[in-house]
């Protein structure tokens, strides 16, 4: 077992009420200082690597938030090459959290890809494998700084059902982006009633005070999803 100290970035729903964890790695180089590592996402041996609430709430009880810096007891990395950063949770040991990170040093993760994961041949919310293993330095997660964020609520029939959906739009370096919007947060600040709200665009705050982590989810019927793991909304 190895235990790693990672700044959760997302606690995303997926499956409710299973969730996808991720953050960056801080690293102890001694003396009092730290250095920021690589992204980590902890998984379980089940449900496409999602965690049940016993499987990722820290000791006292609480689910863990973005922001949040925890303790979290690994086995191993999967080496999973479209999802690099997954590592499997050591079962039946508890999440320890440390601190509470200031939400203005984010500025400081920001990453600046030349697209996420762009399929010329696929909507702008998926990706084929195929693509995605062509690209160097591939990574399944960032932290993006978007351009025109806004969230749309609508709806769509599948399989004979109309659904709701949480939506996030925005642009990314010149690239329009339309992505399934997953984090329980963002969502009970501007859309608590849903699913009774209603359709249409609902405007943030301030939309040049975003930031967003952005993941790729495991394959599905062979292609890879992109979802909005988590809206952080950055204050003045």
Not at 11 to 33: F, M, Q, W
Not at 133 to 143: H, I, V
Not at 155 to 177: C, D, I, M, N, P
Not at 185 to 204: A, H, N, V, W
Request: with cysteine.
């Amino acid at each position: 077992m190895t235990t790693k100290r990672i700044l959760i970035l997302a606690n995303s729903t997926k499956h409710y009420p299973k969730s996808c964890v991720a953050g960056r790695e801080l690293i102890d180089e001694g003396v009092g200082k730290t250095r920021w590592g690589g992204w980590i996402r902890p998984v379980s041996n089940h449900d496409e690597g999602a965690l049940d609430f016993g499987e990722r709430r820290v000791a006292g009880g609480a689910d863990p938030k973005p922001l949040d810096v925890v303790q979290v007891p690994l086995t191993a990395s999967e080496n999973n090459p479209l999802q690099p950063e997954n590592w499997q949770i050591q079962t039946g040991q508890p999440w320890i959290k440390q601190a509470t990170h200031d939400i203005l040093s984010l500025t400081s993760l920001v990453e600046a890809p030349e697209s996420l994961w762009f399929d010329s041949t696929q909507k702008s919310d998926r990706a084929s494998a195929a693509v995605l293993q062509q690209l160097s330095g591939f990574q399944s997660l960032y932290l993006i700084r978007p351009e025109a964020f806004q969230i749309q609520i609508r709806s769509r029939v599948w399989e004979g059902y109309a659904t709701k959906q949480q939506r996030g739009l925005f642009t990314y370096r010149g690239k329009h982006y339309d992505l399934a919007l997953t984090d329980p947060l963002i969502g009970r600040k501007y859309f608590p009633d849903y699913p009774q709200t209603q359709e249409g665009i609902i405007q943030p705050d301030d939309p040049r005070r975003i930031l967003l982590c952005v993941s790729l989810t495991p394959p599905f019927h062979a292609l890879h999803y992109k979802v909005i793991a988590t809206v952080f909304e950055v204050p003045a």
